[in-house]
């Protein structure tokens, strides 16, 4: 299997954190999202990806897009710690916390709506980090109250899910554009335990080869 | 089982396609997102759904939000026919379909991001309506090359899945914005077969008691 992926691409790093914890071996590849106008946008990654994002897996025949998707394929197909629980309510409810960072808080604040904001629209720096914080709140919100319901150690209980993958990746890019932290104590709380663990700090974004 | 959404809104149109495909009966509770300054900000919905998003799906304890996991966990629980292929790889490629709808397409244009566009950042009906047709390009552009690969009479060859109940909605909700679907053959093809079945037919906006 390769991964392509960017080492500060949250989307990415959730998958490196889903392959850490299951300990699969996984070659990756880096698409530089800035560089020359951004490597995802060229012949060679837009012929893997036509929606020139990160990351993609390739499994042999298979080429897949769009991290939540290739997390539950690694669920499906590999062995190592299970990511979902077995319940299938519980297991609704962790893919609607995945959801809510991957559907509702990231798409609205990655590189290119930023890029977007800037240049066909003209916002300026403080404009375009107060939409950011503005939707990293909104979002920030409603996760602190799932998560006063739903966590333990971890964001579901004492064991580690798909949820958790998602949580630190945002809560990395929130602190990249110094979102105001203290009205979350609990995802706070359970970030900070994530964040020690093995898995994650092997994937983290300064830890990985493309990182400068 | 109780549904709370809204007429016009793609999320909960989703889940209503994959409900009626499955033959599911299920009260529908309506959320009117603009009266009032919208009803999912009020305390009755706010205490349901945090996020202030719909559809929200109650099912006895479970309070679950988020179309995406709503409808996999109609997949897993209830009976009709199956909306996602038994193989994991086939599985794993409409679920990447969906997302691309779910987490990339859908997400930067809908209502709260098109008001804050408008209230908060100024902008005219015209840039607003470029903002919206600018994300449909970039989504639509990608859905066409993956329905050239993946497409039958459906969005993954002759069998409906969750990938069926996430497209029409988008474009549905694209022809509200007038975008110019002439470039997307193949999506405009399944989308037209699609229309015709009796279950897209039932779970149309135009069809709920809400409309108006």
Redesign the interface.
């Known amino acids: 299997m390769t991964l392509y992926g960017y080492w500060r691409s949250s989307a990415a790093y959730r998958v490196r954190i889903a392959m850490a914890i299951k300990g699969i071996d996984c070659e990756q590849r880096a698409v530089h999202l800035v560089k020359d106008g951004g490597e995802q946008h060229g012949p060679v990654y837009r012929a893997l990806n036509?929606?020139?994002?990160v990351p993609t897996l390739v499994?042999g025949?298979?080429v897949?897009?769009?991290s939540?998707?290739?997390m539950?394929?690694l669920e499906?197909?590999q062995g190592g710690p299970a990511l979902l629980p077995s319940n299938?309510?519980e297991?609704?409810?962790v893919?609607?916390f995945c959801?809510?960072i991957?559907?509702?808080i990231?798409?609205?604040n990655n590189l290119?709506?930023l890029q977007?904001l800037q240049g066909?629209?003209g916002?300026s720096d403080g404009?375009k980090d107060?939409?950011y914080r503005?939707w990293l709140a909104?979002?920030f919100?409603?996760l602190e109250?799932?998560l006063e319901a739903s966590a333990g150690r971890y964001a579901f209980g004492d064991t580690l899910t798909l949820a958790d993958c998602c949580l630190v990746p945002q809560v990395y890019n929130a602190r990249r554009f110094k979102v105001d932290m203290a009205p979350y104590p609990t995802l706070n709380a359970v970030c900070a335990r994530l964040e020690a663990l093995d898995a994650f700090i092997a994937a983290a974004p300064e830890h990985q080869l493309d990182a400068h």
Chains 1, 2 share one sequence.
């Open positions: 036509p929606a020139e994002l499994d025949e298979l897949l897009s769009q939540l998707a290739i539950e394929y499906e197909t299938p309510a297991r609704a409810r893919r609607a959801q809510d991957a559907c509702d990231h798409p609205v290119r709506v977007y066909e629209l916002l404009q107060d939409w503005h909104v979002g919100r409603a109250q799932r």
